[in-house]
C-alpha cells in the first residue's frame, strides 16, 4: 500500500483525503492512471469479495460461464437472506434449511468448487461476518450488496456492487469505478444520553437526501469519532447506502485497535498501528464538500415513512406523527439487522429492557430481536441479555436479514391495513418489511426501538415523557448503557464455516435442468448495429423507483438464481405516471391493461424491443443485479431516467442495456406514456450525447437529448451483448 502511494504522491503532489489514500493503494496501475476525482474511471485492485446468497447465485453463475477453475482474489459466501422469519430462531432456521436446500447445496459445492469459503445458514449477516473476520483497515473490498460499506467502522473502502463486477474481480480483472468525490464530515463534541451512533447516518441522510452521496466516499473525522465504537462507526458507514454513496470510512484509530483485539486480529491491529500515518487523511486534505456535526448537540432521530432521508429530531416527532396522520399506535419493534447489531447495540437495548421490568412493565408492542451473526447470539446468550429480551416479551429470531428484506410471516395486522412499526434496520421503502403498502415503517436507534416499544405508542419521547409502572406510578427511563465489548471476550458459538477443501477438481456442482430455484444463464444476443426505431414506452415510473419496486424481495427471493421465474416480478412495484396504479400498463398493440412482466413477455414474443422512462435516482437501493437482468431478459434496451442510483447504473451497462438521462431533466415531464422513441444508438460515443426521437401519439415529433456514462470499455459490453460476452470474447470461447 505504501509503495503504491508514494508513486501516486509524487505524482498528485497534493496532501490527501483517507478514502483517497486506500483508493490509489489499490490501483492497477498507479504509474499510469489518471486521477480526478469525479472524473476519471479507476481501475483497481481489490483485496476481497464478499457476497450472500440472495446475490452470490446469480455472480457464481455468471463466474461459472467464464470458464476458471478458481477464483483469483479471496472470496466468501454468506447464507442470510434466505431465512424467513415465523416463530424464531432454530425453527425458522430448520425450515428455511429445508425449503432452500437445493440453492444452499449449489452454493456449498461451488464455494468447494472455486475456492470460495462458505458460511452456512444460521451464521449471520454477510456485513456483520465481515466486520468480525475479514475487515481491516487500509483494505478495499467489494460485495454484492448495498451495505458492503458496514465495514468502513474498521477503516475499510467497502463497496457494493452487483454480481457482474464481482465476478470480474473473482476472474482477476481490475474492478473499474469513477473516482469518487469525498465529502467530509467533521464530528465534534461527544455522544451521550439518548443519542446513538446511528442518529449521526439519520441526521446526515436528512442533510444530504437518498441521492445526495451519490458518486462520493463520505469520509468522517474530527475529535467527536473518539466518543464512537468501532461496531457504532460500522453502523454510520453501513446506512451511507441509504444516501447513495459509494462508500463510508473511518480513519485508524484505537476503537477499530480494541475490536480487532477482541476479534483475535491484534496482529493486524498492531500492523496498523505501525502504518497508522497512512490510515488517516493527510493535515490540509481537501474534501469536495464538508459537513460538521457537534455531537454534544446532536438528537436522537426517527426517520421515515417510506424513505430513510426523512429525518425527524425526537422532540418533533410526536407533531410530525400527528400532522402527517402517521399511525399513532406501535405495532412492532424490531432490533438488530446488519446495522445495528452489535454488543453494544444489544447491551444498551437490553439495559433498556432491564430497566422497564424493574417498574414491572414490559413491551406493548410485539417485539423482534435478530442477533447479526451466532457469535454475538451466542455470546449475549451467555451473558444474559437473550434472556432479557425474552422475558420483555420478545421474539428472538435467526441470525439473519428476516423482516429486514420482507422474510417475515407476520400475523398481527391484515394486507393493507394502515399501521407503524419501528426498527434498527437501514431501509424503510414501501412494502419492504411485510408487503403491506399500509405499513409506515420508521428507522432509529436499537434504544428508541426499545422504548417506543415499551410505550406502544410513536408520541412517546424517553427524553422527556413518564411511563406508568405495575402500580400505575410514573417512572422515567433510564439512559441506556452498555459495553463496547464484551468483558469476557466473544463467545464464538457453533462452529458454521465451510472452508474450501484441499482437493476441488472432483467437486462436482449441479443445476438441474427443471430446477424452478436455479437456471443457467444463456448469453445474451449482440447488438444488431443498428438504430432502434419506434420502440414503445413499456412503462413511464412516477416518484421513486427502487430496486424494490423493480425486483421486489420477500417471497420473490427464492428465486434470485432463476432468472426467467424471477423476471415476473419485474417492475411490479413501480408506479405507472399514466394511471398512478403498480403494475398495471397498456399494452400499446392490443389497447388492454395488463401486468408489467406480462407485457413486456408479449412484446418480447411479437418481437418489440421497449424502453423504460424513469424519475431521479432510479434503482436506488439493493445491488441486486436483477433489476438489471429482469429488463434485459425480457426485451428492454434502454432505461431512460432523470437519473439513476450508481450501483444500478452499472449493473444496467454490465448486462448490455442502455441507462441513458435526459440532458433537460424537465423532458420527462414532456414524454407521455403513450409515445413512441427511436434512438439513434449509431451515434453513440463516449462523452457525447446521445439523440432520441420522440413520436408522440398525436403531435409533432421532437428530438429529446440523452446523457450517458459509457466509456469505451463499456460500450464494448453494449456491442457485444454484456460484459460477460465481453469477457467470453477476449478468452476466446
Ligand atoms: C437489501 O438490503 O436491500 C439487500 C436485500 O440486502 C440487497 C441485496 C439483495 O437485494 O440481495 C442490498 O442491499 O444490496
Ligand atoms: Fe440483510 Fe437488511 Fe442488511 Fe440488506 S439491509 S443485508 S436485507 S439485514
Known amino acids: 500500500m505504501s509503495e503504491n502511494l508514494s508513486i501516486v504522491r509524487s505524482r498528485l503532489n497534493r496532501p490527501l483525503t483517507y478514502a483517497e489514500k486506500v483508493l490509489y493503494s489499490h490501483l492497477d496501475d498507479p504509474h499510469n492512471q489518471e486521477i480526478e476525482r469525479g472524473v476519471s474511471y479507476l481501475k483497481l485492485r481489490p483485496d476481497r469479495v464478499a457476497c450472500q446468497d440472495a446475490t452470490a447465485q446469480m455472480a457464481i453463475l455468471q463466474f461459472m460461464s467464464a470458464g476458471m477453475p478458481s477464483v483469483a482474489t479471496p472470496t466468501t459466501v454468506h ?47 454477510i456485513h456483520q461476518i465481515i466486520l468480525e473476520n475479514y475487515a481491516f483497515p487500509g483494505g478495499l473490498m467489494i460485495g454484492t450488496d448495498s451495505h458492503t460499506p458496514n465495514a468502513g467502522g474498521l477503516g475499510m473502502a467497502a463497496i457494493g456492487v452487483g454480481g457482474a463486477d464481482a465476478v470480474d474481480v473473482m476472474a482477476n480483472l481490475p474492478w473499474e469505478l469513477k473516482a469518487p468525490k469525498v465529502i467530509g464530515v467533521k464530528l465534534t463534541g461527544k455522544m451521550s444520553g439518548w443519542t446513538a451512533p446511528k442518529d449521526i447516518i439519520l441526521k446526515v441522510a436528512g442533510i444530504l437526501t437518498v441521492k445526495g452521496g451519490t458518486g462520493s466516499i463520505v469520509e468522517y473525522h474530527g475529535p467527536g469519532v473518539e466518543s464512537l465504537s ?8 453501513n446506512m451511507g447506502a441509504e444516501i447513495g454513496a459509494t462508500t463510508s470510512m473511518f480513519p485508524f484509530n484505537d476503537r477499530m485497535y ?19 500515518a497512512e490510515l488517516r487523511e493527510d493535515e490540509g486534505a481537501e474534501y ?36 402527517n396522520k402517521w399511525p399513532e399506535e406501535l405495532k412492532v419493534g424490531l432490533i438488530g439487522s446488519c446495522t445495528n447489531s452489535s454488543y453494544e447495540d444489544m447491551s444498551r437495548a437490553a439495559s433498556i429492557a432491564t430497566d422497564a421490568m424493574e417498574h414491572g412493565v414490559k413491551a406493548k408492542a410485539l417485539f423482534c430481536v435478530t442477533p447479526g451473526s451466532e457469535q454475538v447470539r451466542a455470546t449475549i ?129 449441479k443445476v438441474s435442468p427443471t430446477s424452478d430455484r436455479l437456471q443457467v444463464l444463456e448469453p445474451f444476443d449482440a447488438w444488431d ?48 405516471a399514466a394511471n398512478g396504479e403498480a403494475n398495471k400498463v397498456k399494452n400499446f398493440k392490443t389497447g388492454k391493461e395488463d401486468a408489467v412482466p406480462a407485457t413486456a413477455r408479449q412484446y418480447k414474443k ?97 428530438n429529446c437529448e440523452l446523457s450517458h456514462t459509457f466509456n469505451e470499455g463499456q460500450l464494448e459490453w453494449f456491442r457485444n451483448g454484456s460484459a460477460l460476452n465481453t469477457m467470453a470474447k477476449k478468452h476466446g470461447h
Open 529 to 576: 448495429g443498428k438504430d432502434q426505431l419506434d420502440l414503445p414506452i413499456l412503462i413511464k415510473t412516477k416518484g421513486k423507483t427502487t430496486t424494490d419496486h423493480i425486483s421486489m424481495a420477500g417471497p420473490w427471493l427464492k428465486y434470485r438464481g432463476h432468472l426467467d421465474n424471477i423476471s415476473n416480478n419485474m417492475l411490479i412495484g413501480a408506479i405507472n
Open 381 to 509: 446468550e451467555r451473558d444474559g441479555q437473550l434472556k432479557t429480551f425474552e422475558d420483555f416479551g420478545g421474539i428472538v429470531l435467526a441470525n439473519a436479514c428476516g423482516p429486514c428484506i420482507g422474510q417475515w410471516d407476520r400475523k398481527d395486522v391484515k394486507k393493507g391495513e394502515p399501521n407503524s412499526i419501528i426498527s434498527s434496520y437501514n431501509r424503510n421503502f414501501t412494502g419492504r418489511n411485510d408487503a403491506n403498502p399500509a405499513t409506515h415503517s420508521f428507522v432509529t436507534s436499537p434504544d428508541l426501538t426499545v422504548a417506543m416499544t415499551i410505550a406502544g405508542s410513536l408520541f412517546f419521547n424517553p427524553l422527556t415523557d413518564t411511563l406508568k409502572d405495575k402500580d400505575g406510578n410514573e417512572f422515567k427511563l433510564k439512559e441506556p448503557t452498555g459495553d463496547a465489548l464484551p468483558k469476557n471476550g466473544f463467545d464464538l458459538g457453533r462452529d458454521t464455516y465451510q472452508a474450501p477443501p484441499e482437493e476441488r477438481s472432483q467437486v462436482d456442482v
Open 230 to 237: 468501532c461496531t457504532g462507526m460500522g453502523t454510520i458507514c
Open 606 to 702: 411479437d418481437g418489440i424491443k421497449w424502453v423504460v422512462v424513469g424519475d431521479w435516482n432510479y434503482g436506488e437501493g439493493s445491488s441486486r443485479e436483477h433489476a438489471a437482468l429482469e429488463p434485459r431478459h425480457l426485451g428492454g434496451i434502454a432505461i431512460i431516467t432523470r437519473s439513476f442510483a450508481r450501483i444500478h447504473e452499472t449493473n444496467l451497462k454490465k448486462q448490455g442495456m442502455l441507462p441513458l438521462t435526459f440532458s433537460n431533466p424537465e423532458d420527462y415531464d414532456k414524454i407521455n406514456p403513450d409515445d413512441k422513441v427511436d434512438l439513434l444508438v449509431t451515434g453513440l460515443e463516449v462523452g457525447k450525447p446521445l439523440t432520441m426521437v420522440v413520436h408522440p401519439k398525436d403531435g409533432e415529433k421532437w
Open 288 to 323: 469536495d464538500q464538508l459537513i460538521e456535526i457537534n455531537l454534544d448537540e446532536l438528537e436522537p432521530h426517527i426517520n421515515g415513512p417510506f424513505t430513510p432521508d426523512l429525518a425527524t429530531p425526537i422532540s418533533k416527532f410526536k407533531d410530525a406523527v400527528k400532522e
Open 258 to 276: 480494541d475490536y480487532l483485539e477482541s476479534t483475535n486480529r491484534k496482529r493486524i491491529g498492531d500492523l496498523a498501528r505501525s502504518y497508522a
Open 79 to 125: 447464507c442470510d437472506h434466505l431465512i424467513e422469519a415465523q416463530v424464531g430462531g432454530d425453527k425458522d432456521l430448520d425450515r428455511a434449511k429445508s425449503i432452500n436446500k437445493e440453492v444452499y447445496d449449489f452454493l456449498s459445492t461451488a464455494c468447494a468448487k472455486y475456492n470460495i469459503g462458505f458460511w452456512r445458514p444460521g451464521s449471520g449477516i
